[in-house]
Structures are given as C-alpha cells and as structure tokens.
C-alpha cells in the first residue's frame, strides 16, 4: 500500500483542466446560442415589420386587394434591423417576397453572421458560421 501514495496528487490536476476545459466549452456554446437567438428574433421581428409596414396602401383602397411594396418592404426590413442588437459582422438581410401554400403573401428574411468564440480565441478559431431566417404571412383579416 505504501508504494501508492501520492496517486491523488497526479489526478487532481488532470481532473481540474477537464473541468476547465468543459467549462470553455460550455461558454462558448452558450454564446453562439445567445448570438443565434438574436439573429432568430431579429428575422422575426424584421419579417413581421415588414409584412406590416410594406402594405401597399393605395393598391388596397384603389383594388381592395391586399399587396405588398417591394421598396417598402425592403426600407421596413433595414429599419427594423438597424435596431437590433445583432452580432458584429451581420450581413445585411436577404429579403423575399411570395406566396405560401394558402395562397397569402409573405416575407421571409435571412441574415448569416458569424459568432465570435471567447476562449476559442485561443485556439485562433475564427468563430462559427450562424444563419436565421424570420418569416411572416400577410393574412386578410376581414
């Protein structure tokens, strides 16, 4: 029993790193999920102003038909992401205006960015590649 002593005294040390280094990796991923969740609830947000904002008004009173402005989309989406508070490095969003399966227009917004690792840093990672897509459905209400 004598010839084991002081075994402790080498795991210690190695248990510890493994806990740190659990811990890096769990921060790290934590913060691409907070930076994912943010570019989720900009698209979301972005599509929503869009659908709301880029009505095409005179359209709807002339025809009475519902319509959406390209421009006015387009100018509601860059407002409503100029706001957020998105990652450094967003790309500016991709918009689309369609149709869906029921027949009602919608607007889809995409935004790719990438999020920054905090102790990937030593490592020299250069972060990880994120994308969100937001979409929102002009119904007719009446």
Known sequence: MSHQRGSVLFL???GLLIVLLLGAIAVDLGNVWLQQRR???ATDSAAN?????GLDQDRLRRDGELALDPARVREAVLSSVAGQDLPDGAGLPAVSVGTNADGN????????S???LIFGRIARSRGIAIEATG???LV???
């Open 135 to 137: 979409t929102a459905e």
């Open 105 to 112: 227009l919608t607007v889809t917004v995409t935004i790719e």
């Open 12 to 14: 210690y040390p190695v």
């Open 114 to 116: 990438r999020a920054e």
């Open 140 to 142: 007719d209400g009446s």
């Open 39 to 41: 570019l989720v609830d």
């Open 49 to 53: 102003d869009a659908v709301t904002y």
